[in-house]
């Protein structure tokens, strides 16, 4: 198998600040689930101390990763037990994307 010569983008200053405001306001420590959208890049899913869901989209996978480890008090996580268990999905949560 060839290896991946990816070159990461590195995260904007908008997306780093977006996944700041949300571990500000939804507590500490928070989580994040990188996962791979396609073409589109890939998909930074945050889930809060409050159990509060929210999502950043970056440009690929190396980019998710790199933004979580840049951001303090944002965990790097998976959809194991404990994070899908940790998530409160609200009725706004759910209007919201019933309109999708």
Do not use: C, Y
């Amino acid at each position: 198998m060839a290896e991946s010569s990816e070159t990461v983008v590195p995260p904007t200053s908008a997306q780093l600040d977006a996944a700041r405001k949300f571990v500000k306001a939804h507590g500490k420590p928070s989580r994040a689930v990188v996962e791979n959208i396609g073409r589109a890049g890939a998909r930074v899913v945050l889930v809060g101390a409050d159990g509060a869901l929210g999502d950043v989209v970056v440009p690929s996978v190396a980019t998710g990763e790199a933004l979580v480890e840049a951001v303090e008090d944002l965990e790097a996580a998976t959809w194991d037990a404990e994070t899908v268990q940790a998530t409160k999905i609200g009725a706004e949560h759910r209007r919201k994307m019933a309109r999708r």
